[in-house]
């Protein structure tokens, strides 16, 4: 497989159960994502997308197959690696957005920096100004409860952004919304993905396609079509990066 995708799963697979209970979530996938596509993996609910999507980012294990991340095997790493991995590396978008109440939005999208070590100051500065970014400069000191679902996730997907994350990973981020949010989102993706932001978004949505470079289509855990679009990232927009430290 080529040495320049950021992201990269070869016979990558998710068994559950056993005889005729086994269930192929994830059915031998090979994947390449150059740094700086928008890649859109679509199909219908139970198809596995989700499953691949937490495999890719370490949310889970494959039962066998590999993952690497900007040159580093993820699916072999220590637990504790691989939440050092997710909290410095991998952003992450979730269709119930998954905000703690108790915190403002300003609080909701610092709290990641501050995990990953860096110093409240630095922290509350970067998460303003990615408030600002995606529009919600005036809710900073709202509560999650204040805020309309196209709010909530756009202060999700401005945390997923707060460590400069080399990959962000959203699994049915429009899911929840109405149309008029759900183009919020979209729009705030395109911006993402003309910045030269690496994307993996997991859908039902078909308008996900309109800001996508590339489209996989999933059927029974397996790749059923893989189609590029005119003008698709091809790993020019950003470098895979450098991670620091050890992962292991």
Request: overall charge positive; aromatic content about 6%.
């Given at each position: 497989m080529s040495g320049s995708a950021l992201l990269?799963?070869?016979?990558?697979?998710?068994?559950?159960?056993?005889?005729?209970?086994?269930?192929?979530?994830?059915?031998?996938?090979?994947?390449?994502?150059?740094?700086?596509?928008t890649l859109a993996v679509m199909g219908p609910s139970g198809c596995g997308k989700s499953t691949l999507l937490h495999l890719l980012g370490g949310l889970q294990r494959p039962t066998d197959g590999e993952i690497w991340l900007a040159g580093h095997r993820i699916d072999t790493m220590s637990e504790r690696a691989l939440a050092r991995l997710?909290?410095?590396?991998?952003g992450f978008v979730f269709q119930s957005f998954h905000l703690m109440d108790e915190l403002t939005a300003v609080e909701n999208v610092e709290l990641a920096a501050l995990l990953a070590g860096q110093s409240p100051r630095r922290a509350r500065r970067?998460?303003?100004?990615?408030?600002?970014?995606v529009g919600l400069a005036d809710r900073a000191r709202h509560l999650p409860s204040?805020?309309?679902?196209?709010?909530?996730?756009?202060?999700?997907?401005?945390r997923a952004l707060s460590n400069e994350p080399l990959i962000v990973l959203a699994d049915e981020p429009t899911g929840n919304l109405d149309s008029a949010a759900t183009l919020e989102v979209l729009r705030l993706f395109e911006?993402?993905?003309?910045?030269?932001?690496?994307?993996?978004?997991v859908t039902h949505d078909a308008r996900i396609a309109a800001i996508a470079d590339r489209m996989i289509s999933?059927?029974?855990?397996?790749?059923?079509?893989?189609?590029?679009?005119?003008g698709a990232g091809n790993g020019s927009a950003a470098g895979?990066?450098?991670?620091?430290?050890?992962?292991?």
């Open positions: 990269r799963a070869r016979g990558v697979t998710r068994w559950y159960g056993r005889g005729s209970a086994l269930v192929r979530a994830v059915d031998e996938v090979d994947l390449e994502v150059p740094a700086g596509q997710r909290r410095q590396h991998i970067r998460a303003l100004d990615l408030l600002d970014r204040a805020l309309s679902g196209g709010q909530r996730q756009r202060v999700a997907i401005a911006d993402l993905r003309t910045a030269g932001q690496t994307l993996v978004v999933m059927r029974d855990g397996a790749f059923a079509d893989d189609s590029r679009f005119a895979t990066g450098t991670i620091y430290g050890g992962w292991r």
